[in-house]
C-alpha cells in the first residue's frame, strides 16, 4: 500500500529562518508528489507539484527517489509561511480515487515566529 | 462560483440522526471526490465520481456512508445513524480528467463541511 510521512506535526522558525518540512513515501512506482497548503481560515490549496519542477513563493521540493523523499524547503522564512502543509502522493489505481486521487500526509504545521 | 462550494460549513447532530452534505464542484470537472479529515489527520479518501458514476467507495468507512452524483455536477454525501467517530471535516475536491486537455492533476477544495456529533 502507498503511504505518506510527515514526522514533524509541529515546526516552529525564526523569521528569515530556513525552513524544511520532510516528506517520505512507500510506493512501488513512479509516483506524482505534491504540497497542499492550508492557510488559517482558508480551503486546502496546492502549493506546488514535483513534475513542474516550479518555486512557488520561494519555496522548492525536490523528488529524490532514491531516499523516496519530498521535502519542501525555503531559504529564508517568512510570517506569511506560517500554515498547514500537507504532502500527497499520486500514484496507481490503489491510492484512493483511481489514477486521479490523492493519498495525503498527516500535515506539518509550520509556525513562523517574529 | 468559481470556486467548490460545500454546504452546510458546520453541522451539529445528535448521535442517530442522518446528515446530508453537499458538494457544487467546479463547473466542467468531471472527476469528484470526498475525503474525511479528522482533527489533526491528513485527509482520507472518502469516495470517487468520475461524472454520475461512482468508481470507488473503498474508503467508505461503513454502509451508514452512502454517497451520490446523479446528474454528474452537484453530489451529497449521506451520514446514517451518525456516531461520535463521524465528527470530523468532509471534504468534497473537484478536477479535470486526466488525460484531456487542461489536466494538471490539482484537485480544488471546498471549504469543507464540519460535522459534530454529540
Known amino acids: 500500500a502507498q503511504r505518506v510521512t510527515q514526522p514533524e506535526k509541529l515546526l516552529s522558525v525564526f523569521k528569515g529562518a530556513p525552513v524544511e518540512l520532510k516528506c517520505n513515501y512507500s510506493?512501488?512506482?513512479?509516483?506524482?508528489l505534491f504540497w497542499y497548503v492550508q492557510y488559517s481560515r482558508q480551503r486546502l490549496q496546492l502549493l506546488l507539484r514535483?513534475?513542474s519542477r516550479e518555486s512557488i513563493k520561494g519555496f522548492t521540493a525536490d523528488l529524490n527517489k532514491g531516499e523516496t523523499s519530498f521535502h519542501l524547503k525555503k531559504p529564508f522564512a517568512q510570517e506569511e509561511d506560517s500554515a498547514m502543509y500537507y504532502c500527497?502522493?499520486?500514484?496507481?489505481?490503489?491510492?484512493?480515487?483511481?489514477?486521479?486521487?490523492?493519498?495525503f500526509g498527516k500535515g506539518t504545521h509550520l509556525i513562523i515566529q517574529p | 462560483g468559481a470556486g467548490v462550494s460545500q454546504s452546510p460549513r458546520y453541522k451539529v447532530a445528535k448521535r442517530g440522526q442522518d446528515v446530508a452534505l453537499r458538494c457544487d464542484p467546479i463547473?466542467?470537472?468531471?472527476?469528484l471526490f470526498w475525503y474525511q479529515q479528522a482533527l489533526g489527520q491528513g485527509p482520507e479518501f472518502l469516495t470517487y465520481?468520475?461524472?454520475?458514476?461512482?468508481?470507488?467507495k473503498s474508503g467508505l468507512p461503513s454502509d451508514r456512508f452512502f454517497a451520490e452524483r446523479p446528474e454528474g455536477s452537484v453530489s451529497t454525501l449521506k451520514i446514517q445513524r451518525t456516531q461520535q467517530e463521524d465528527s470530523a471535516v468532509y471534504l468534497c475536491?473537484?478536477?479535470?480528467?486526466?488525460?484531456?486537455?487542461?489536466?494538471?492533476?490539482?484537485?480544488?477544495f471546498g471549504e469543507g463541511s464540519r460535522l459534530t456529533v454529540l
Open positions: 510506493y512501488s512506482g513512479s509516483p506524482e
Open positions: 475536491a473537484s478536477s479535470k480528467r486526466s488525460g484531456l486537455a487542461g489536466y494538471t492533476g490539482e484537485l480544488f
Open positions: 514535483h513534475i
Open positions: 465520481f468520475q461524472n454520475e458514476a461512482q468508481l470507488d
Open positions: 463547473s466542467g470537472h468531471v472527476s
Open positions: 500527497a502522493l499520486r500514484g496507481g489505481p490503489y491510492s484512493g480515487g483511481g489514477a486521479d486521487g490523492l493519498t
